[in-house]
């Protein structure tokens, strides 16, 4: 197999003086879709932060193609072609859809036009003049993606992105999800719902305490179950 896109070893992170990530290890190749499983508290988000840059206090190593990222600030991090959509996902309010759209910069080539985006998420289009109070939840969950791909980014760190939706609006963004991974982006997801995680996941990995408990392809998910139960409590 190919070298992997991503590329994390020995991650450990700190909030203050509490140690959250333990040794974490974890690789990503391009165009797989990975999802993080774990119950809350486990570390997942903290993993994405700690990617991302946004949480500084770090040792370990983590690789974007070879080039290690940890000692890299936050903006350069998204220079070299990764997104990040938090779970509150960060969309200017005030602004509309279409305001929304057009702010980010493009930080590396290959960046979704707005027609681009609007054939992907038919919804946005319908709602371009909307400021983002007006949105649903699913509406600002698809804003929140859609923003991150005007940027070009090829890594997308995804975290929780169907908590609080209607089972259609859940739907729609596996869809969407399962239609990027068509476009060849790659994207590391952390979700607690496993049975959406299923449909769109080739691999997962099993968080608890923030360390990296297992990993295992996503066609082995049921003979799982059991390991699933016991610690995320399905």
């Known amino acids: 197999m190919s070298d992997p896109l991503l590329e994390v070893r020995a991650l450990n992170a700190w909030y203050g003086e509490s140690h959250v990530l333990h040794g974490v290890d974890l690789d990503i190749h391009e165009g797989e879709t990975v999802t993080l499983l774990g119950r809350n508290g486990a570390g997942k988000t903290t993993t994405l932060r700690a990617i991302m840059g946004i949480l500084r206090r770090r040792e370990g190593a983590i690789r974007l193609r070879g080039r290690d990222l940890l000692a890299l600030p936050l903006h350069k991090v998204a220079q070299a072609g990764v997104g990040y959509v938090p779970e509150e996902r960060g969309i200017f309010a005030s602004l509309s859809v279409e305001e929304n759209l057009t702010l980010p910069p493009q930080v590396a080539e290959g960046g979704m036009s707005v027609e681009e985006i609007y054939s992907l998420f038919p919804n946005l289009h319908e709602r371009r003049h909307s400021q983002g ?10 804003l929140a993606i859609a923003r991150v791909l005007r940027t070009g980014a090829r890594l997308i760190l995804l975290d929780e992105p169907t908590e609080g939706l209607a089972p259609v609006i859940v739907q729609r963004i596996g869809d969407v999800l399962v239609a990027l991974k068509k ?16 449909k769109v996941a080739d691999r997962f990995y099993l968080m608890e305490d923030g360390r990296m408990v297992n990993s295992f392809p996503g066609h082995e998910l049921d003979a799982h179950m059991d390991e699933l139960q016991d610690v995320l409590g399905v």
Do not use: D
């Open 133 to 142: 109070t007006k949105l649903s939840g699913g509406e600002q969950q698809m």
């Open 183 to 198: 476009r060849g982006m790659t994207i590391l997801l952390v979700e607690q719902n496993f049975r959406f995680a299923r």
